[in-house]
């Protein structure tokens, strides 16, 4: 807590507004009483210089390219830890002992089963339904299944419906893939560990047993780790504000499953692959970097740009490690869309419109690349994302409820709309 102010002086008015200062990143001005003191508002539509809480789980710094969990740096944890390790630390705020560990994995894998009678759910959607509207509308829906975990003021309730959202996302992922190529679901198995359970549970059929490729699990796992948490993103506050009208957990992260969906936030995976199956081949590159800089097109480099990186994103760092590891390892040939990610990142990062900008590649760009090579469908890319943010999503929901000032969030407007003026009857129109 920094003891300095901020002076705001406007028309008669001059407000000292008090100040704080973060453990890391810049310091904050607390305009919570401003209306109160100087009837005005501020404004800053996308949030672009607001804190919306404070917070103790993850730190971005945008400039230097580095993204900390309670501490811990992104690569250093990609490298040593596992994802299920790193759902303890977002959770509970250090590294577990290997006992706690065991009970946490435990606990995880005994929840991984979802209710027999939710695979209706799945039923009445159609074969061709985009798996994110499958997984969307099957989350929501376990609020109607899982009533003795929705009470959000029962710190037990709260833990058991956090183990059961992180336990359950892979299956619900899993089974709508399934859903959508017509083969039957595959129960979880409480002898795999957490990726490789994934992996069965989608490429397993009834006709041949499946064996999980050591690497591929490892790169999968990997995949979860780097996509965990990543601060108040779009679909984090919006599971946040979903949050604090009391919802139920389970609808609060249906609702952030709906928002990462978007091609600019997590549905950027997927259209990242499209675009450079798109582009096709090196010579058409340059094609697709001028229409990027267009004002006048839409288009934009999927995979490109980040509201807080102004650097390398660190998690593209791993994965474009990653992407040339898994494409060796799977004997994936001169794979012709990793050679059009590394030249277009190449050209675009020599090009002034993207330094000026500073757009970088971010988590978006090779992770798709890593996905398909995988043998998933570019569909699966968000669910897959929506499975790993889970733990991320659940761990600021949790520490938001447990937060004593918590209070609904009601942002206020810039009206620009017409003032008051009296109903004109239709005679007279
Ligand atoms: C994720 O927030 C998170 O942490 C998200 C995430 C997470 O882990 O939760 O990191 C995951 O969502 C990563 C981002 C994935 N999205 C994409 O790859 C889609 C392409 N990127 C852009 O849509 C964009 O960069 C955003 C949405 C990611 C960021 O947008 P901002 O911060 O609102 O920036 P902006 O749109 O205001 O762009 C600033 C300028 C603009 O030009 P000017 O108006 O200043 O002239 O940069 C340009 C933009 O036109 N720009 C791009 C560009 N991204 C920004 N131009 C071309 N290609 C791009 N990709």
Redesign the pocket.
Known sequence: MADKTAKLIFDDKEIELPMMSPTAGPDVIDISKLYAQGNVFTYDP?F?STAACDSTITY?DGGKGELLHRGYPIDQLAKDSHYLEVCYLLLYGELPSAAQLEDFESRVTNHTMIHEQMMFLFRGFRRDAHPMAIMNGVVGAMSAFYHDSTDISDPWQREVASIRMIAKMPTIAAMAYKFTIGQPFVYPRNDLDYASNFLRMCFSVPCEDYQVNPILSRAMDRIFTL?AD??Q????STVRLASSSGANPFACIAAGIAC?WG????G?NQ??LEMLREIGTVDRIPEFIAR??D?NDP???????????KNF?P?AKVLKQSADEVLDLLGVEDNAVLQVAKELEKQALADP??AE?K?FP????YSGIILEAMGFPTSMFTPIFALS?TVGWISQWKEMIADPKMKIGRPRQLYQGETLRNYVDIEKR
């Open positions: 996308g672009t971005i996509h990543h601060e993103n779009a679909s984090t990462l091609p600019a936030h997590g950027a259209a990242c990027a800089k004002k288009f934009r480099l999927m995979g490109f740009g980040h509201r807080v990186y994103d998690r419109y993207f900008k757009l971010n988590v978006d760009f943010r």
